[in-house]
Every structure is written in C-alpha cells, then in structure tokens.
C-alpha cells in the first residue's frame, strides 16, 4: 500500500501548478487601496519627476469618473473587483545591485526555476534579460553591449530621469490615458516595465527579453512597456510570465505601447503562463491587458505572436493602427483554456494609411469548463486605398462542456480594399486520437501532438527559445483534459 | 455590471404618449392587455441606440426625428398605384395589405390556407417578445392588426402578400403582426413584397412569427423594396420542430433605412433552416441583416449565403449569430456574407457570430468584401462587352450566389428580374 500511496503523492505533486510557489522576500509595499496619497507614494518611491506625477494624477482622477464604465462587453464572468482591496505598489528591499552576486539567491533560485537564462545560460541562450521582480527591475544584463550600440533597453523607472524626451514624446502617445477604463488605472498607478529605444537603422542583434513575475501576495502588477523602433531599425522582444500559486484572485492591467516609425519591424511576441486558478476555479490572475502598435511609418511592421495559457481570465486584444502607408499588422495568437479559465482576446487592426496590409491567425483551443472567445475588429478607413486583410479564426473544443466563441467585426469604408474572414469550429477526432494511441503514444501525448498541429501556423512565429517552451505548454496545459 | 441602459442617453422619438392616443385600443381585452404589457417594456427603453450591441451599425437617430403619426387604413388607395417594378406573380394568390391592414376586396380567395385577422394566442407574442427585442415590443405596442394564416395541408397555390405604405399629409407609421402556423407535414411558399406610394415618408414595422410543427415546410420570400425616404423595421420570429424544413430569402432593394431581423430557435431534432439574401444598395440607403439561429437541440442544420452590393453613399450591414447549445451535438451550421463595391463612398459593416457550447458539432463562417475584379472586367472586354455590361454581368453573377438558392424556380426567375431592373435603372441614371 505504500507504493500506492506514494503514487498518490507523486500525482498530486504533477497536478499542482508546477510553477506555484512563492519566494518570501521582505518586501516594501504601499498600504491596501488606491488614492492620490497612494499614487504619490508610487512616485515618490520612483522618484518621479512632477510631470510624471501630474500625469499620474490626471489619469486617476479620469479613473475615478470612470467607475461604473468598467469593461462589462466581454464573454467573462468574475465577482467584481474591490480595486480598495489591493496593494499597488511592492518592490524587493534590495535594489541597486552592481551585479549578479549581490541578487538575493532566493530570487535567483525562484528564476532557476523557472528557468530564465540569467547566469551563464545567459551567453548560451543569447538573451538580455530585464527581470521584472514584482514591481522593480532588480537586474539588467547585457546592458553595456547593446549600449554601445545605441539601444536603450532599460527599465521605464530609469529612462523617465535618463530618456526624458523620449519618454514625454512617446509615453500614453499609443494608449492614452483615457483609452479604456484599465488602460487608465495602469496610466495611474503602474509601477514599472521595460523601456525600449532602437536607433535609426540598427537591427537588434539580440532578442529583448522580460520575464514578468507577480509574488507578492495582494499584488496587482500594473506594467507599462514601451518600444520604439526608429527609422530603418528592427527588434525582436520577448515577453514571458510565470506566476506563483495562491488563492486569491490577482489583477494584472498592462500596458504596451509600440511605435514603428518608417521602414522599421517590431516583433512582439508573449508566452503567458499565469496561474490559471484550480481546476475548480478557484484562484487565478485576473489579466487585463492593453497592448496596442503605432504603425506610423512607411513601410512599417509590427508582429504580435501571443501564446495564452495562464490566467484565470483573459482580456487582451493587441491591436495594430496602420498609419503609414504601406504598413503591415499581423497578429498570431494561440489561446487554450482549461479547467475553468475564461478567455476573451483577439486583435484589432485598424487600417487607415495606403496599401495596409494585415493577417490574424487566430487558434483558440477550449478544454474541460473553459470558455475560449475570439473578438476582433478589422476597420478599413475610407483613404485606405488598396488595404487587405485575411482573417483566419479556428477553434478546436476538447470535451463537451466547453465553449468556443468567435466574434469578429469587419467595417469597410474603402471599395478598393479586400477583406477575408474564415473561421471554423472543430474537435479532436477519434480517428486522429486512435491512430496515434495505436502507435504507442498515450492518449494524453496524442491529444499535446495534435493540438500543437493545430498551432503550428503561430508557434512557428516564435522565436526559437520560445517555440520550444511554447510548445511543452501546450502539452501541459491540456493535462487531464481528455478522458 | 453596468446598469443596462442610461436613462438620460434616451433617445427622443415620436412613439410617446400622443401617438399612443392616436392607436385605439384593440377591442379585444387580452390583445389590449397584451398591448398594454408591451408598452410597459417599449416605454422605459424606448428605441435603441447606438450603446445597444445589436444596433450599433444601425442607428436610428434620423427615423427618430420623424414626426410620424398612426397610419390610417387607406381605403382609397388602389394597387393600381403600386410601383410597376413589383412583378405579378402567375398563379399567385395574393393578400394585400395597406398601411398593415388586410384590404379584402383586393385580395383573392386562399385554398388550403386560413386566413383570418383575430389574433392566433398560441403564437402571439411567443416568438417575438417585446422583452426579447426593441422591434417587437415597437410593434406589440401599437400593434394595429393581427392577420393569422393556419396552412394544413400541402398549399397547391403560393401566396403573395403585398404590403403598401401609403401616407397622407404627413408621415406614417403602422405595425402589423403576421402569425403564421404550419401544421403537421403541411407546407406553403410565401412571397412576401413591402413596398410604399411616393409621398410622405412611412414606417412599416412589420413583425412575424412562424411556427412549424413536425415535418412542415414553408418557403418564405421577401423583398422590400420601399420608397426612398422611407422606413421598415421588420422582425421574425420562427420555431422549427423536429424535421422541418424552413428556407427564407430576404431580398433589400430600397428604403432610407431598412432593418430585417430573423431570429430562429431549432426544437426539434432533424430541423433544417436555409436563410439567404441579397442586397443592392445606392443613394443613401442604409440595409440591416440581423440573423440569430439558436440550435438548442441536436441534429439540426443551418445555412446562411448572405451577399449585396453597394453603391453611393449607401450603408449595408450583416449581423448574424449562431448559438449552438451544450446539447446540440451534431449540429451544422454555416453563415457567409460577401459584399462588393461599386463605388467610392459606401460602407459595409459585418459581424458574423459563433457561440459554441458542443464539441461534435460543424460551424463555420466566412466574410469578405471587395470590389470588382479588374482581371474580370478586362476578360469581358476582351470578348467584346462594353464595361457598363461586364459590370451589369459580374454583379448578377455575385449576387446569383444568393438568389441560385431559391428552390422555386419561378421565384427564383423573378427575384433574379427584379436585381436586373434595379442594375439597368442604375445604368440609366448613370448615362444620364
């Protein structure tokens, strides 16, 4: 009986989160609730300059009349958030550190886990990483190497008192402070994110990359990033989150503004792997994002790549505005829910310059109580002369209880302009399932191979490091849902 | 949440107190009750606006600065005076109704069908709430007749319903109700044409609802081809059991502003819905398609080929949705809409809607937009056909897609004159 009893064990070890747990580092926090003293304290804590202050409070004061317009339009369902209930701001005691030894190792291990390339995988894997720990960057690598050559890759704390023109110029230009009622507490309160300048003409020999973290318990973590590519330059950034396991519902309310200017290419791609709650629905991040790009150049390009497995409840809709003419958007998105996760993301691609292009491939993947939406605007403006779009939106539904739903809106003021939209809904089929199983493969390996053929058009947009992680989640994020 | 609506954001409108007055209550207590009920809905919301999802494409701002009046029964109005383009239907029996009231003395005698104008209370009222939807609770508020069709055995005849807007010396409106039931087996081919006099601007606010019980069939065609200052704001309600067989076609023409929604609940397993339409659009006018198919039950299927044209500074719109509940495995639902371009200046806005709650089940959709292939055109040129003809040809041949699906062929010939007429009317304008 003990060998079964550690079998027990064993098994209830692989169905916890396996990211779940929490490093317990003293941390410097801000009382519970949200009031101008609070967002003062933020600032103050950053050491803000008054115009960022000024531009705090302004977005709060809008927050403030926005109360009851809280987004209510999306197939999600959750208690209300008391937003007097969390902390806003928590940053690791230490900071300012010279260099990697003096990190707390208690953090280091929590990245070994989790394993990000920080020590000497940092040279294998060819990464810089800006780790964002709660709400302070804490280290930065590979800093020097790209200075030299002109990239600014720092956190946004630091390029407001290094890169203040920058930051003015550019900061709330994609997400104004009165774009959405989230986008707003973000403008409020945010606390950090990575900042990203790429000079005229450079392509970025590296990808950029941040590993978000939220660990402090009652934490909502509200970053802000901001990437600009200047004329002529290219940059691939990488975004990638894991979070501790806990009870309590945690709100998460980013912000990610890009701006391309002319000839310039931003790859943008996420692997989100927030806890998604238990199977029972208990717990989870509450992720609600705004993530928008300016195309404002010629022949500019911006590409999101998402792959959404986390969150109890998914509100992202990265968006491309093609000012520029000959601008291309594309938007690859891969978004599976289990157990009782809620996901309602899609893209919006506005078309407003000549001969803009834009592509969505959108592969939304329901299992067990989940429910998967689809939600996407294609706007043809009227001077849009030449603009195509192709939409493809597929579902695949694991089990009957789940739901899949797609909601896409195609407005078109431009005859010249074509648009496409596609989408089907399917399930795994027996056959697919018994031909593999008939090979040696168990059923839940079969169901992880051909979902991932589902996704291949996206995860294939990944860049290597992440495709490979993109993938095993895939996997693991279906675990138990078949049979 | 959100309160659901804002009291203040109401949008002024002439359907208040006055034009409640002009409306006598209908003899009948329930049916005044039923009116009553209604208006206790309509009055708190009154028309929706543009916050309202399902409106949000259409908005009603200019129809509600109309200040309509109750439509009178026109007795004086003759058919004769009727738009020569609303083609004579051979063999057709026809209803004919002016400003939403049954004129007898126009309409000739139905076989196999009965026709009557006291409310059917099985139906009224089931498949078009006045909760469910604005439109019908406009209508069950100042619903002026209720006209009840009972088909129970296979109608040898199509029946064609004519409606006629015809307004006096000042804007009108009327709301009529149309319950039809189709009985066991039994089966009808209905056209259905709304068209309106020149003169003041109406509104038609026509609401029906079908019920088919097991095996029935109806063919249900309509074309709306109103004056172009004028209103019509239709709504159906159908309820399909088990193995019947419903196929809809809704053809828009004409209208300063035209909204036909369809809203189908599949009951009974091996319930097949076809719903198709086509649209062309030019000057101002502004079309709506709303569709929503709920598969509640397994085995059914649904198939949608919507597509249109516009032109000038015209606005088309389609709205569908397909629900398809935890239950209905096995369910087969399409929908497509296509629309093309003639011009600089038109919009189209689409909003094709999946929400899928079965995993054994087939849905898709598709939707595309685009103007007309030049590769196509020069094709046509290249064989001798001057480009206002290829340009005639191709929009036929897009819109055929649609109109090909029509299964009575001889609607299907007349649906397809009735684009032709409105594509060389066109060219004329042009030319001249």
Redesign the interface.
């Known amino acids: 009986m003990a060998v079964t009893r550690e079998t027990a064990a064993t098994v209830k070890e692989i169905e916890q989160y396996k990211y779940g747990f929490v490093t317990d580092i003293e941390s410097d926090k801000a009382p519970k609730g949200l009031s101008e003293d609070i967002i003062r304290f933020i600032s103050a804590k950053k050491n803000e300059p008054d115009w960022m202050l000024e531009g705090r409070l302004k977005a709060y004061r809008h927050w403030l009349t926005q109360a ?3 987004p ?2 999306a197939k999600l369902h959750y208690p209300k958030i008391d937003y007097q209930d969390a902390y806003y701001y928590a940053a690791p005691k230490q900071a300012k550190l010279a260099s990697l030894d003096e990190v707390d190792p208690k953090l280091l291990e929590t990245y070994k886990k989790l394993g990000i390339p920080l020590l000497e995988q940092q040279m294998l894997a060819g990464v810089a990483v800006d780790a964002v720990f709660d709400s302070v960057s804490v280290a930065t690598t590979y800093k020097k190497k790209l200075e030299e050559m002109g990239v600014i890759f720092m956190p946004i704390s630091e390029a407001v008192h290094k890169h203040p023109e920058l930051v003015k110029k550019y900061l709330g230009s994609v997400v104004p402070y009165t774009d959405n009622f989230f986008a707003t507490l973000n403008a409020a309160v945010f606390t950090d994110g990575s900042f990203v300048y790429i000079p005229k003409g450079l392509r970025c020999p590296m990808e950029l990359s941040t590993y978000f973290r939220i660990n402090e318990k009652n934490t909502g973590q509200f970053e802000r990033t901001l990437i600009i590519a200047d004329e002529g330059s290219y940059v691939s950034y990488l975004e990638g989150c894991t979070a501790p396991q806990r009870d309590e519902n945690q709100l998460h309310a980013a912000v990610v503004e890009l701006v391309a200017l002319d000839d310039a290419e931003i790859k943008y791609s996420t692997v989100q792997n927030w806890y998604p709650g238990d199977a029972q629905g208990k717990g989870g991040i509450y992720n609600f994002v705004t993530k928008r790009a300016a195309c404002r150049g010629r022949n500019s390009k911006v590409m999101w790549t998402q792959v959404e497995t986390g969150s109890a409840i998914t509100w992202k809709y990265p968006s491309c505005i093609l000012q520029g003419d000959n601008s291309t958007g594309e938007f690859y998105s891969v978004a599976i829910t289990n157990n009782r996760q809620q996901a309602d993301t899609g893209t919006k691609m506005i078309h407003l310059g000549r001969n803009t292009k834009s592509k969505i491939i959108s592969k939304g993947i329901s299992a067990g109580h989940a429910d998967n939406t689809y939600r996407g605007l294609v706007r ?1 403006g ?1 001077k849009a002369d030449n603009a195509r779009n192709y939409t493809q939106c597929d ?1 695949l ?31 795994i089929s027996e056959d697919q399932l018994f031909y593999c199983m008939q090979r040696g493969m168990t059923q839940e390996e079969a169901v992880s191979l051909i979902v991932n053929g589902f996704c291949k058009e996206v995860l294939q947009t990944l860049p290597m490091e992440f495709a490979v992680e993109a993938q095993k989640l895939v996997g693991i994020s279906l675990e138990g849902s078949v049979g | ?3 659901a609506q804002r009291i203040s954001g109401l949008m002024e409108h002439p359907f208040g107190a006055d034009y409640a007055r002009g409306t006598p209550a209908p003899a009948d207590r329930a049916l005044a009750a039923f009116r009553e009920q209604a208006r206790a809905v309509f009055e708190p919301q009154g028309l929706p606006g543009p916050r309202n ?1 399902s409106w949000r ?1 259409t908005p009603l701002r200019t129809l509600a600065k109309v200040p309509f009046i109750p439509a009178a029964a026109a007795d004086d109005v003759d058919v004769a005076a009727v738009p020569p383009q609303i083609a004579e239907l051979p063999g057709a029996a026809r209803i004919v109704l002016v400003n939403g009231i049954l004129r007898a003395d126009l309409s000739d005698t139905l076989d196999g069908v009965e026709l009557s104008t006291t409310a059917d209370r099985a139906l009224l009222g089931h498949l078009a709430s006045a909760a469910s939807a604005p439109l019908a609770a406009l209508n069950a508020s100042f619903m002026s007749q209720t006209l009840s069709l009972r088909v129970s055995t296979r109608a040898a005849k199509t029946i064609h319903l004519i409606s006629i807007a015809a307004a006096g010396s000042q804007p009108a409106a009327f709301h009529p109700r149309l319950l039809i039931s189709v009985n066991k087996g039994a089966s009808l081919t209905l056209v259905e044409t709304h068209c309106g006099l020149p003169g003041q601007p109406t509104l038609a606010n026509p609401v029906t609802e079908i019920d088919l019980a097991e095996g029935a069939s109806l063919k249900r065609y309509v074309q709306v081809t109103e004056q172009p200052d004028s209103f019509h704001l239709a709504a159906t309600g159908i309820a399909l059991a088990a193995r019947s067989r419903f196929e809809g076609f809704h053809m828009g023409l004409g209208g300063a502003l035209v909204r036909q929604e369809v809203n189908a609940v599949m009951r009974g397993t091996g319930a097949a819905l076809e719903l198709n339409g086509a649209y062309a659009l030019d000057g101002h006018s502004h079309h709506d398609f709303t569709t929503s198919i709920d598969h509640h039950v397994p085995g059914c299927a649904s198939n949608q080929v919507f597509k249109g044209v516009v032109d000038g500074g015209s606005h088309g719109v389609y709205q569908g949705r397909i629900h398809v509940a ?1 239950d209905a ?1 096995k369910t087969d639902a399409r929908q497509l809409h296509k ?1 093309l ?4 200046g ?26 007309i292939d030049a590769n196509h055109l020069f094709y046509l040129a290249a064989r001798g056909i001057d480009p206002a003809t290829a340009r005639m040809l191709l929009v036929e041949a897009f819109l055929a897609d649609a109109t090909g699906r029509i299964t009575d062929e001889n609607l299907r010939a007349a649906f397809t004159r009735d684009i032709q007429g409105w594509l060389s009317r066109r060219s004329l304008k042009a030319a001249a």
């Open positions: 009851d317009e809280e209510a339009w043809i009227a579902s539904l694991i089990g009957s209880t789940c739901g899949a739903h797609t909601v896409p809106y195609i407005e078109t003021k431009n005859p010249t302009a074509h648009t496409e939209h596609e989408a089907t809904t399917s399930k | 949440m959100k309160p999802e494409f935890r495995q629309a371009f003639l011009g600089r038109p919009q189209i806005d689409c909003k094709p809607e999946l929400e899928i709650y079965a995993d054994d089940v087939q849905c898709a959709h598709g939707a595309a937009t685009g103007e």
